[in-house]
């Protein structure tokens, strides 16, 4: 069973950073893909980035040159750098990750709260 843990979110200031952290049970190389997906009060999950396991990474339009994802496969660890934050950034923010082999393995952390206020 892989258990996925994000911390990093918060309350924070319009036009203000975050850091989100995403830390796996177990290597992250395995893994086909680790994304972050949000969800607003009202709305359906919606795709924020990705990081692959051959180094790509994916951006939603709308966090696309204020965010940054990466990878720390020493520590298990993912990131989501957020900056330039907006209030319509608020959502709970979750962490997945998906193995591919003759199943699709998909694998979800609890969330973390990004609260923006203008």
């Known amino acids: 069973q892989v258990q996925l843990v994000e911390s990093g979110g918060g309350l924070v200031q319009a036009g203000g950073s975050l850091r989100l952290s995403c830390a796996a049970s177990r290597s992250i190389v395995r893994f086909n893909t680790v994304a972050w997906y949000r969800q607003a009060p009202g709305n359906q999950r919606e795709l924020v980035a990705s990081t692959s396991s051959n180094g790509g990474t994916n951006y939603a339009d709308s966090v696309k040159g204020r965010s940054t994802i990466s990878r720390d496969n020493a520590k298990n660890t993912v990131y989501l750098q957020m900056n330039s934050l907006k209030p319509e950034d608020t959502a709970v923010y979750y962490c997945?990750?998906?193995?591919?082999?003759?199943?699709?393995?998909?694998?979800w952390g609890q969330g973390t709260q990004v609260t923006v206020y203008s």
């Open positions: 997945n990750a998906r193995e591919i082999t003759i199943v699709t393995g998909d694998y």
